[in-house]
């Protein structure tokens, strides 16, 4: 039953994800959105290399291989400045500051090493005079990232404040309440599991199960942290959030396993070998390649949790007893989740 509770958070957030898909943003009446590089300490933006571009933007596929900071220019006229209008930036990788008409709006709380993380942040402001203005008006957004954290600027929206205030809310419970929401019940049900196979330490399957969700609750702070803390760069936090992932996709391997009350030697050793490898390559992999790795390694660990869960339904699929089909119906509604 407590596995069905955790399950079913993360199925409850990825149904409402869905609903919010075919809800886009109205367009946005900007008559340019300009980019141009800059270096790690400027505090102005440059006063050429412009180029064209179009939200969202990752200036990865632009500029390859490049870190440091990007300037976002972006242009509308204003026919009444006295009308009131709000903006939502939906998010930009990773960290940044936002300027309307030179006055600034927004500001993360570090430009440079290490990272504020607002890659799964939206943010809204109401704009007003003295900084909006009638005629045109200028946005400027300073966006400090990686290459290999696909880095840029994602959709910028202006309209009514009731508007996009909406469209705030249900961007905020999504990425943000949602995700917190779930964190807490994995953790919770982690320690819950973790006390039981404390007090009955034969039973492994507890134990196990407990491992993978204090596992993924590590993954899962990487849609929530503001910061890296406690590493001083973001390489090592993108590092340390896959070998989580990696450590949740074994340890899943070894509950189903111990569930079902059976030991497979060599396969086991087989499991840590290829995390004990996948560990020294993200710890190891240089930083351009970083984003490689964690991709690849990424898609390992999806591959072996769903071939856990379908070689659990298959070695079940003649069984009566409720709890192997509790655990297919809640495996189940994972898979629902993941594939979103």
Not at 11 to 26: E, M, R
Not at 76 to 95: C, G, K, M, S
Not at 193 to 219: K, P, V
Not at 244 to 267: G, K, P, Q, T
């Amino acid at each position: 039953m407590v596995s069905c509770l955790r399950w079913l958070a993360c199925l409850i957030a990825a149904l409402t994800a869905c609903g919010s898909v075919g809800a886009q943003p109205a367009p946005t009446p900007f008559q340019s959105i300009e980019a141009a590089r800059s270096g790690w300490d400027a505090q102005a933006p440059p006063a050429s290399g412009w180029h064209r571009v179009t939200l969202p933007d990752d200036w990865s596929t632009r500029w390859a291989g490049f870190d440091g900071v990007v300037w976002y220019r972006l242009t509308w006229d204003q026919d009444d400045a006295a009308r009131p209008i709000a903006v939502l930036f939906d998010y930009w990788t990773l960290a940044g500051t936002a300027y309307l008409n030179g006055a600034p709006i927004a500001r993360d709380a570090h430009l440079t090493e290490p990272l504020s993380r607002s890659w799964n942040r939206p943010r809204r402001f109401l704009l007003a005079p003295p900084a909006l203005r009638d005629g045109t008006n200028v946005l400027l957004v300073r966006v400090s990232g990686f290459a290999n954290s696909r880095s840029g600027l994602g959709p910028v929206t202006l309209g009514d404040p009731t508007t996009i205030g909406a469209q705030y809310d249900s961007a905020h419970f999504l990425r943000r309440t949602l995700p917190t929401f779930n964190l807490g019940i994995t953790i919770a049900l982690a320690t819950f599991f973790l006390a039981i196979w404390l007090m009955r330490r034969r039973e492994a399957a507890y134990g196990w199960y407990s491992l993978a969700l204090f596992a993924w609750a590590g993954y899962s702070l990487n849609l929530v942290a503001s910061s890296p803390w406690p590493f001083a760069t973001t390489d090592g936090w993108s590092r340390t959030t896959l070998i989580m992932l990696l450590l949740f996709a074994v340890s899943h391997c070894m509950f189903v396993i111990r569930f079902l009350e059976r030991r497979f030697a060599r396969a086991e050793a087989l499991l840590w070998t290829g995390f004990a490898l996948g560990v020294i390559v993200m710890l190891a992999v240089p930083p351009p390649y970083i984003g490689v790795a964690r991709l690849a390694l990424s898609s390992a660990a999806f591959i072996l949790y769903l071939g856990v869960i379908l070689l659990f339904l298959l070695l079940t699929w003649r069984s009566r007893r409720l709890d192997h089909w509790a655990l297919n119906a809640t495996n189940a509604l994972a898979v629902v989740a993941g594939v979103h």
